[in-house]
T-cell receptor, first 110, second 114 residues
């Protein structure tokens, strides 16, 4: 099966600092990638996506970077806020199924 | 527009009991999915339905059955629950398979099998 992994299982950042969450994927055929946010007791919530023909995509306070050479994906959150505290996980899609990482728990320190 | 809804939110079963988890979406999506989420593991696909009238096994289908009742609804049935099926179950929908579009998830059903 495919593997999608996160380098850091936990991350603590000071409020106002930038956060970077990393993800490695293994399937060269994957051409679509998503970052989700999951708060305690809730379902995953879409944050941002990127297609394999792009290297970078920006949203509101979030940026996703894709490095296809080393099969690496990252999520950058600018000016992290307490409301950003959650588990973040990446997903890859090869045109058929989605494969999900285990997640990184982000804690924002006020 | 409620998105993806799931019932029940919580359920406790005894080993051997059966139950059906309900899922509905109001986004006119073609594809629907059932996942389970266990501690320390990523979401794992149980079954999916690419379109109304079709269902296919995912990574962990054993012990489960599904029904795509219509375009809106996709149910997951446990015929004889086992403690290994204690998990959080998420339903998701997507506009269509093969499209580079995200899935949208429901709030989850937390199931405990004693």
């Amino acid at each position: 099966g495919e593997s999608v992994g996160l380098h850091l299982p936990t991350l603590s950042v000071q409020e106002g600092d930038n956060s970077i969450i990393n993800c490695a994927y293994s399937n060269s055929a994957s051409d679509y990638f998503i970052w989700y946010k999951q708060e305690s007791g809730k379902g995953p919530q879409f944050i941002i996506d990127i297609r394999s023909n792009m290297d970078k995509r920006q949203g509101q306070r979030v940026t996703v970077l894709l490095n296809k050479t080393v099969k690496h994906l990252s999520l950058q959150i600018a000016a992290t806020q307490p409301g950003d505290s959650a588990v973040y996980f990446c997903a890859e899609n090869d045109g058929n199924q989605f494969y999900f990482g285990t997640g990184t728990s982000l804690t924002v320190i006020p | 527009n409620a998105g993806v809804t799931q019932t029940p939110k919580f359920q406790v079963l005894k080993t051997g009991q059966s139950m059906t988890l309900q899922c509905a979406q109001d986004m006119n999506h073609n594809s629907m999915y059932w996942y389970r989420q266990d501690p320390g593991m990523g979401l794992r696909l149980i079954y999916y339905s690419a379109s109304e009238g079709t269902t296919d096994k995912g990574e962990v289908p054993n012990g489960y059955n599904v029904s795509r009742l219509n375009k809106r609804e996709f149910s997951l049935r446990l015929e004889s629950a086992a403690p290994s099926q204690t998990s959080v179950y998420f339903c998701a929908s997507r506009i269509a398979t093969g499209q580079q579009e995200t899935q949208y998830f429901g709030p989850g059903t937390r199931l405990l099998v004693l």
